[in-house]
């Protein structure tokens, strides 16, 4: 508390989506989805192409990806 600062409390990660998903319009699980790709990319997009997939498997994302060895790529 150095010159008189208020040390900002941090908010729960699920607060901080709801307030990302009211701010820019989009559901919360799409947001959490962009915060997946933030923190960790290859597993992040792996999660947006298989929410995107009717029956939720990995299979459409590495499809659409056009990747075969998946050993390397996560």
């Known amino acids: 508390m150095l010159f008189g600062k208020k040390k900002k409390k941090e908010q729960p990660r699920r607060d ?5 998903s ?9 947001v959490e989805n962009i915060g997946y790709v933030y923190a960790s990319p290859g597993k992040g997009l792996i999660k947006i192409l298989k ?3 009717p029956e939720n ?4 994302a590495w ?4 990747v075969e060895d998946r050993g390397d790529y996560i």
């Open 16 to 20: 901080i989506y709801e307030e990302l």
């Open 22 to 30: 009211k701010k820019w319009g989009l559901p919360k699980e799409v």
């Open 51 to 53: 929410s995107v997939d």
């Open 57 to 60: 498997t990995e299979k459409y």
């Open 63 to 66: 499809k659409a990806l056009d």
